[in-house]
């Protein structure tokens, strides 16, 4: 196998969209402002006032990850519960559970609306407790369980969701909720001491600034189900404190990897979810892949977790998507962690930790190198994926600014994908919703705060939708 790895990235993050510096320039003579995302200087008068905290969130994993001598280990099976159960996440976690009954049960389940899915999980998982957000649907899916011997508790709306996330005889909670739906249940968990396998990006992009002291004060661990930062977990298992000099994100580089930049204004929604490496993915985390929207939320929660400065965060396109990332030690030795693309992975590594299940090959198809052939690598174009610059920009703001740059762009996807604006618009929508935001950064919100301004992003965003016809 040629191994053809360029020099290292230098990605040079913005200090808030330096036009000067980036090649992506807002041509629209409607929005006559750019995304500077200034902080605001002394003196002046914030609409809203901005309070600063005395020093950064901790992170979840800094820089090492160690296993507690005294941390449990399972003789019998694991009992869990999924919020988003019948969601991509959602129904990996549980094809891994019924693979490993002796290793994994579930306790409790909550879905949106997909009263059909969600009766099948629950007629062969048996859980003791089961949420549907729709409460209107709850009559369907007693209907749908009629006869069922273990009939569960359910529990309807964000409430019923909550519960399920905190249930009592659960230990470790799934989060497979996307977007800041997720954000309370996710708290509530941590308050109940439950252990976090965390697949919503939001829970840290968004509320880091409020989760990460919650989970250190109540001794919970948060661990990362998403590919990137859990190759990034696992090359950090064992190393000794202030080992850590470099995360490397890596990254497919989306659909559109291999489409001049000239053409992105004409690609539709059916040809950016065509990803030609990730399945099951969902779709807007496949449009995320295309803009590369999803590595620079990644580059956001990569710094709340692992605690490394934004200098120390890189991203670079390998479109084999073997190597799910890497890490450079103070010594210049690099680690990394390779795989199939196979979401399941990362997410039986959350449930698992920190030990290893075995996997049988007939259904988790072993890495073979000489079938791969070769790995290479490229600096990504921030031409093309102009999202780079926003995500670093927002990173750096912090605050609230993380969480409304998550809250337009997902809302810039579903109208991508409900065919109102362009490709290129997202990039518009999520720019000049940062920028609007400004004058109210709130630096250490409050979970009100938080969600507050998820809203206010969303409106705001949809609001933009005719002015970009």
């Excluded at 902080?39 to 979840?60: I, L, M, T």
């Excluded at 580059?299 to 120390?312: K, Q, R, S, T, W």
């Excluded at 390998?318 to 030690?329: A, K, R």
């Excluded at 065919?419 to 919100?445: M, N, Q, W």
Aim: proline share 7%; charged share 25%.
């Amino acid at each position: 196998m040629a191994l053809k790895m360029l020099s290292p990235t230098e990605i040079k993050p913005l200090s808030f969209l330096d036009s000067s510096k980036s090649n992506y320039k807002l041509n629209l003579l409607k929005f006559p402002g750019v995304f500077s995302l200034k902080r605001k200087e002394n003196g002046s008068a914030p609409a809203k006032p901005v309070r600063c905290s005395a020093q950064p969130p901790p992170p979840a994993w800094p820089g090492r990850a160690v296993a507690e001598p005294d941390r449990k280990k399972w003789d019998s099976p694991k009992p869990i519960s999924i919020i988003g159960s019948t969601g991509s996440i959602g129904t990996q976690t549980l094809g891994i559970v019924a693979e490993n009954p002796d290793k994994f049960k579930v306790i409790a389940l909550a879905a949106g609306s997909n009263v059909t899915l969600l009766a099948d999980q629950v007629k062969r998982f048996k859980p003791k407790l089961v949420s549907i957000r729709n409460e209107s649907l709850v009559d369907e899916l007693r209907e749908a369980l009629a006869g069922v011997e273990e009939m569960p508790e359910i529990i309807t709306g964000d409430q019923g969701t909550i519960e399920v996330a905190r249930h009592p005889d659960s230990v470790t909670t799934v989060t497979g909720i996307v977007g800041c739906a997720g954000l309370k249940p996710t708290v509530a968990a941590i308050q109940a001491g439950k252990d976090i396998a965390l697949a919503n990006k939001e829970t840290l992009i968004a509320g880091g600034p409020f989760v990460l002291p919650l989970a250190k004060k109540h001794n919970v661990k948060i661990l990362p189900a998403d590919s990137e930062h859990s190759a990034i977990f696992q090359c950090i298992q064992g190393l000794p404190e202030g080992a850590l000099r470099r995360i490397i994100l890596t990254a497919s580089g989306g659909t559109f990897r291999d489409l001049p930049v000239e053409k992105l204004k004409d690609v539709t929604a059916a040809e950016a979810l065509k990803h030609p490496i990730w399945n099951n993915m969902g779709k807007k985390v496949t449009i995320d892949s295309a803009t590369l929207f999803n590595k620079g939320l990644e580059v956001i929660e990569a710094h709340y977790l692992f605690g490394a400065e934004y200098d120390d965060i890189e991203i670079v396109i390998h479109p084999q998507s073997i190597i799910h990332s890497m890490i450079e030690t103070q010594d210049s030795s690099v680690i990394a962690q390779l795989g199939w693309p196979d979401m399941r992975i990362p997410i039986l590594y959350t449930l698992s930790w920190p030990e290893r299940v075995y996997c049988s090959e007939i259904t988790w198809a072993r890495l073979d190198f000489c079938k791969l052939g070769s790995l290479t690598f490229k600096n990504p174009d921030t031409a093309k994926y102009p999202s780079m610059d926003l995500a670093y920009a927002a990173g750096r703001a912090g605050g609230t600014m993380t969480g409304v740059l998550s809250a337009a762009n997902e809302k810039a996807v579903e109208l991508f994908i409900d065919g109102k604006i362009s490709y290129l618009d997202i990039f518009k929508v999520v720019e000049l919703t940062c920028d609007k935001h400004r004058a109210e950064l709130v630096t250490s919100p409050s979970l009100e705060e938080i969600i507050h301004y998820d809203l206010w992003a969303r409106d705001f965003a949809a609001s933009l939708q005719p002015q970009l016809v």
